[in-house]
């Protein structure tokens, strides 16, 4: 029995549905990004709002943006809690996937908040309902009797849990110098970790600097994160001689500030990228599971061997 064809006024309420998906497409994934620190999922988890969209009785939904947000937000949460289970068994450290804004500036474009790498790691240490609460309002700016309903607590509950998050990320973090800066000492590390200059290492680096490697399992790194000046300059400059033999330097736009795609025989197996405060780097990030590495593009005309900066103009 062959099925009937969609009456017309069935076809205009899909494209009405469409259109309102699509112009809210964007924000969902940005909530859904900075969630989980996984573009992959945050992609998975889009789709499936997609799809639950088209099957929810529209007519009884007054506000379709803030129902699309509700519905991607309390999926993220569910995510979330399930993504915090499997990060326990994954091998070596774990970093968010880098999402390229340079091909993709929305996501940046709103408050840019809760997309920087080390905003991200510090929201891992939240509850998912820590995490959404803040992640709605420093990103997205809702109002907090908005964030109530969408989360289904009572407003001074989600007053108290988004000081709380902003708090504990206001305490933990380093006040981040600008985006040129950030460049310049990420250009003056690739230069001195190509080379082995420990003397140049130890110089761009905070007292505090630490070194994370995500391999995944998939790839050899470092499994454990590597702690303290001497110790990430002489971890660094141990593996210099392998890992950048043969390789190419292009720049990209990655989470609002600057990585390096490093390339062998044209095929990226690095992205690396550091922050950075007044007093220095703080973070060295070395994404290299190839599973999350593979969206990140290179600026158009990107530079393949940096030249190092004169040390002494470091502010």
């Known amino acids: 029995m062959a099925l009937a064809d969609p009456r017309p006024d069935d076809l205009g309420d899909l494209e009405q549905a469409a259109a309102a998906f699509g112009e809210m497409r964007p924000r969902l994934f940005g909530i859904a990004y900075r969630m989980l620190g996984s ?45 915090r289970v ?33 905003v991200l790691l510090l929201l891992e240490r939240l509850s998912p309902t820590e995490r959404a609460a803040y992640v709605l309002r420093e ?26 998050a902003r708090k504990r990320v206001l305490v933990e973090r380093h006040t981040p110098v600008s985006r040129a800066e950030q460049r310049r000492l990420l250009t003056a590390f690739v230069a001195a970790a190509r080379a082995g200059d420990m003397v140049a290492l130890e110089e761009l680096f905070a007292a505090d600097v630490i070194s994370y490697s995500d391999g ?9 994160p590597v702690v303290g000046v001497p110790r990430v300059a002489k971890y660094i400059k141990g593996f210099a001689n392998r890992f950048w033999v ?70």
């Open 86 to 118: 499997r990060r326990e068994t994954y091998v070596g450290p774990w970093l968010p996937e880098p999402v390229d804004t340079g091909a993709d500036p929305y996501l940046g474009a709103e408050r840019g908040e809760a997309l920087e790498f080390a």
């Open 39 to 83: 573009a992959t999922e945050a992609e998975d988890l889009v789709q499936d709002v997609w799809l639950r969209w088209q099957a929810y009785d529209r007519t009884t939904v007054d506000n379709p943006a803030a129902f699309l947000a509700t519905t991607t937000t309390r999926l993220a949460i569910n995510a979330a809690q399930s993504a």
């Open 246 to 315: 043969g390789a190419d330097v292009a720049w990209a736009s990655t989470n609002g500030q600057t990585s390096a795609v490093v390339s062998r025989d044209g095929e990226a197996f690095a992205v690396v990228t550091v922050s950075a405060s007044r007093q220095g780097i703080h973070q060295v990030l070395w994404m290299m599971n190839p599973s999350k590495i593979t969206a990140v593009s290179p600026e158009p005309t990107p530079s393949s061997r940096p030249v190092p900066p004169d040390r002494r103009s470091r502010s």
């Open 216 to 224: 995944g399992g998939a790839v050899r790194a470092s499994r454990i």
């Open 139 to 164: 990103a997205f700016d809702y109002p907090y009797r908005q964030i109530a309903e969408i989360l289904e607590l009572n407003e001074p509950a989600v007053r108290q849990l988004v000081s709380r």
